[in-house]
């Protein structure tokens, strides 16, 4: 029996917003129209508007307990001092049920924000095996999102931990992907990554399998790739054939105009995360040249926050800023990070066409409680979402993924919001007085 989102505003996530009808058969959109078809089971979404649902390019879902950790002594200096002082403290600190905890929590978050797919990027160095299940139970299972997992190969802690993340990769991107979850292979960052664990990345990683990993967020990924390999980031992951699509580049902050070029030649996606990049005060994205060069440009969060409106809100303010141009980062650039390159992450990694409410798209669909105080038309929709969404209010009163409820009328469909925010308290306060003391589990 097909399903109808009746009453809604529909904006196709392009440039149409009518007054309508969702019709959905199974996992798929098959039409909107004026009125539901005969028995049809409906949601009446009583004239609010009815978006594509959001997508999340790079996010850290470990990073979730963080919200209000103070750590002794934090006083870093520079971008690797945040990781050492900070993230590497944390992750060491968690442990299988702090990892469960700290998905799911992100997982709802994403979905209170209209998020229906994430691309997720985790470290636990104390409990690799079997983490990317957790992540993937959390935001697949329970939940009910979409989500590849990633496990952050890195050889900061010595090679049996960087083997380890590898096999850990291979299982995830091994099962099945018929549902919700897909799979990258993780990795750290080139600074992390000796050229004997790359070379078995290389060696190891799926035909039309790809990375997700951080390049140049700061510019010691740089200085210590030319200082120890001869050469800059881009060219060494290139040696090691892992430029190719669906793979993702986070951050991309640092590179020369050749590597961009590199990376147009290669066709890897980018990400963008502009309230990350500015809370480790790491540099400006160079939005234009990536843009200029037909380069896949996304955005994601890097975990900090999950509601990716108010992240292109931010990609926008940031560009006019750095760039002293009220002019820079328009809206027809912005809503190709958001709506048309996240969707081209998504469509190559999980097979499946999204970022439309159109026929044979993905019924991934986020129900906003938003009433305009202006004409609300194809035309000013991105106006609308930017200065009035995400600058005000964000109610998501309803989610779908794949067909199926995630958030219906305001309340969790797969989870008990109450009780899994109990639980990360519990586990948040035990993994704090871990991290204090310094130590793994
Ligand atoms: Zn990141």
Same mark, same amino acid.
């Given at each position: 029996?097909?399903?109808?989102?009746v009453?809604?505003?529909?904006?196709?996530?392009?440039?149409?917003?009518?007054?309508?009808?969702?019709?959905?058969?199974?996992?798929?959109?098959?039409?909107?129209?004026?009125?539901?078809?005969?028995?049809?089971?409906?949601?009446?979404?009583?004239?609010?508007?009815?978006?594509?649902?959001?997508?999340?390019?790079?996010?850290?879902?470990?990073?979730?307990l963080?919200?209000?950790?103070?750590?002794?002594?934090?006083?870093?200096?520079?971008?690797?001092?945040?990781?050492?002082?900070?993230?590497?403290?944390?992750?060491?600190?968690?442990?299988?049920?702090?990892?469960?905890?700290?998905?799911?929590?992100?997982?709802m978050?994403?979905?209170?924000?209209?998020?229906?797919?994430?691309?997720?990027?985790h470290?636990?160095?104390s409990?690799?095996?079997?983490?990317?299940?957790?992540?993937?139970r959390?935001?697949?299972?329970?939940?009910?999102?979409?989500?590849?997992?990633a496990?952050?190969?890195?050889?900061?802690?010595?090679?049996?931990?960087?083997?380890?993340?590898?096999?850990?990769?291979?299982?995830?991107?091994?099962?099945?992907?018929?549902?919700?979850?897909?799979?990258?292979?993780?990795?750290?960052?080139?600074?992390?990554?000796?050229?004997?664990?790359?070379?078995?990345?290389?060696a190891?990683?799926?035909?039309?399998?790809?990375?997700?990993?951080?390049?140049?967020?700061?510019?010691?990924?740089?200085?210590?790739?030319?200082?120890?390999?001869?050469m800059?980031?881009?060219?060494?992951?290139?040696?090691?054939?892992?430029?190719?699509?669906?793979? @993702? &580049?986070? /951050?991309? $902050?640092?590179?020369?105009?050749?590597?961009?070029? +590199? *990376?147009?030649?290669?066709? !890897? %996606?980018?990400?963008?995360?502009?309230?990350?990049?500015?809370?480790?005060?790491?540099?400006?994205?160079?939005?234009?040249?990536?843009l200029?060069?037909?380069?896949?440009?996304?955005?994601?969060?890097?975990?900090?926050?999950?509601?990716?409106l108010?992240?292109?809100?931010?990609?926008?303010?940031?560009?006019?800023?750095?760039?002293?141009?009220?002019?820079?980062?328009?809206?027809?650039?912005?809503?190709?990070?958001?709506?048309?390159?996240?969707?081209?992450?998504?469509?190559?990694?999980?097979?499946?066409?999204?970022g439309?409410?159109?026929?044979?798209?993905?019924a991934?669909?986020a129900?906003?409680?938003?009433?305009?105080?202006?004409?609300?038309?194809?035309?000013? @929709? &991105?106006? /609308?979402l $930017?200065?009035?969404?995400?600058?005000?209010?964000? +109610? *998501?009163?309803?989610?779908? !993924? %794949?067909?199926?409820?995630?958030?219906?009328?305001?309340?969790?469909?797969?989870?008990?919001?109450?009780?899994?925010?109990?639980?990360?308290?519990?586990?948040?306060?035990?993994?704090?007085?871990?991290?204090?003391?310094?130590?793994?589990?």
């Open positions: 029996m097909a399903r109808a989102i009453n809604a505003q529909v904006w196709d996530g392009a440039d149409i917003v009518r007054r309508g009808c969702i019709v959905i058969e199974g996992q798929t959109v098959s039409a909107v129209v004026d009125s539901p078809p005969p028995g049809a089971s409906c949601l009446d979404a009583e004239g609010r508007l009815a978006i594509p649902g959001l997508i999340n390019a790079h996010g850290h879902a470990y990073s979730s963080a919200r209000g950790l103070a750590i002794p002594g934090y006083a870093p200096r520079s971008f690797g001092q945040i990781l050492e002082q900070l993230w590497w403290r944390l992750d060491r600190a968690l442990d299988p049920a702090s990892v469960y905890a700290s998905a799911v929590v992100a997982a978050d994403a979905a209170r924000c209209g998020v229906t797919t994430v691309l997720d990027h470290a636990s160095p409990c690799i095996a079997g983490s990317l299940d957790l992540v993937r959390a935001f697949c299972d329970d939940v009910g999102l979409r989500a590849s997992v496990y952050e190969v890195s050889d900061r802690d010595g090679q049996a931990k960087a083997l380890d993340g590898i096999e850990e990769n291979l299982r995830a991107l091994a099962a099945p992907a018929d549902g919700l979850a897909r799979a990258h292979m993780g990795l750290h960052a080139a600074f992390t990554l000796s050229d004997e664990t790359l070379a078995r990345v290389a190891r990683i799926p035909d039309g399998a790809g990375i997700h990993i951080h390049v140049a967020e700061g510019p010691e990924d740089e200085e210590q790739s030319l200082e120890r390999h001869g800059r980031v881009i060219e060494r992951l290139d040696q090691f054939g892992l430029l190719r699509p669906p793979s @993702i &580049l986070a /951050h991309v $902050l640092h590179l020369d105009e050749k590597e961009k070029d +590199r *990376v147009a030649e290669r066709g !890897v %996606a980018v990400v963008h995360n502009p309230r990350s990049n500015m809370n480790n005060a790491v540099g400006t994205f160079d939005l234009d040249g990536y200029r060069r037909s380069v896949v440009t996304g955005l994601g969060t890097d975990g900090l926050g999950a509601n990716l108010t992240e292109l809100f931010t990609a926008g303010l940031l560009q006019k800023h750095a760039r002293h141009d009220s002019l820079a980062a328009g809206f027809g650039d912005l809503a190709k990070l958001l709506f048309v390159n996240n969707p081209k992450i998504v469509e190559r990694a999980f097979g499946v066409r999204c439309r409410i159109a026929p044979g798209c993905a991934d669909i129900i906003l409680d938003y009433a305009a105080p202006t004409p609300l038309d194809g035309s000013t @929709i &991105l106006g /609308h $930017l200065f009035g969404v995400a600058a005000h209010a964000l +109610r *998501v009163s309803d989610l779908l !993924v %794949a067909g199926r409820d995630v958030i219906r009328n305001g309340a969790f469909v797969g989870v008990d919001e109450k009780a899994e925010l109990a639980k990360a308290r519990e586990q948040a306060a035990e993994l704090w007085k871990r991290v204090s003391k310094g130590g793994g589990r």
